[in-house]
C-alpha cells in the first residue's frame, strides 16, 4: 500500500484525480465500518481494467485504522490500482 499527497488548488483544497473510475462514494469514514461487504462487493465488480479505482470518502476530519480495514483489504484483492480521495469538511 502507498500513500501520497494529491494535488491541490491555491486553496489547499485537493484537486480531483485526472484518471481513474468512481465506484464508491461514502458520506464519512465510518460508513466503510459499517458495511465492510458493500465496499468488497464494489471493488470485486469493478472488473478487470486498468484504469484506477476511486474511492470518495466525505466528511473526514481523521481516518482509524478499524474503519479503513475492509477497503485496504478489498484494494489488496483488486488487480487494479485503488485511489482514496479523502475529503474533509464535505
Do not use: K
Amino acid at each position: 500500500m502507498l500513500a501520497e499527497p494529491g494535488e491541490t488548488d491555491d486553496q489547499g483544497v485537493l484537486v480531483p484525480p485526472h484518471a481513474g473510475e468512481v465506484v464508491l462514494t461514502v458520506p464519512s469514514p465510518e460508513a466503510l465500518s459499517r458495511d465492510p461487504a458493500e465496499v468488497r462487493r464494489v471493488i470485486d465488480r469493478a472488473g478487470t481494467g486498468t484504469e484506477p479505482l476511486v474511492i470518495v470518502i466525505n466528511d473526514a476530519e481523521e481516518l482509524r485504522e478499524e474503519e479503513l480495514a475492509a477497503l485496504v483489504q478489498a484494494a489488496a484483492r483488486s488487480s487494479r490500482p485503488v485511489i482514496v480521495r479523502v475529503i474533509r469538511d464535505a
